[in-house]
């Protein structure tokens, strides 16, 4: 399996009123439809995996939703099987978690570009370096 595009359709943030006190933030991502558009991608057929992220602050601060769509290329048996599988709103698992970490990698660096913008909290934790000798340095003390 190749993933052979990724783009937004929707990209919406709305802020409230301004950070204060406790908040609490929600991710939530679905996929919403998986269609076989009758492309191809070289010699591969594709499935289109539509799906929407949503990050909601309780209390309502703001609310920011992405929808899109992730095109993946396989052999025409396999995308057969995805599509076949979604009639059941079935997706196979290794599949469906490799579908929602690309989601994820791509919507995440868009939100906190958007949470920036708008001067609210992100929705993750942002790495922190703290003082102190790194292991490379104990290393060669020794």
Known sequence: MVFAGFGFK?????????????????????????????????????AIFEFSFKIIYTPKIAELELTGSLAVADESKAIKKIIDDWKD??????????????I??????????????LGLPFHIPMPKVKAGKSEKAEKKAK
Request: aromatic share 4%; with cysteine; charged share 35%.
């Open 10 to 46: 929707k990209v919406s943030v709305e802020k409230f009123e301004s950070p204060k006190g406790k908040l609490n933030v929600d991710i939530k991502i679905d996929i919403t439809n998986i269609t076989n558009p009758e492309f191809k991608f070289g010699d591969k057929e594709t």
């Open 104 to 117: 994820m990698s791509k919507c995440n660096v868009k939100a906190l570009s958007l949470e920036e913008d």
């Open 89 to 102: 709103k079935k997706i196979e698992e290794t599949l469906r978690l490799s579908i929602i970490n690309t």
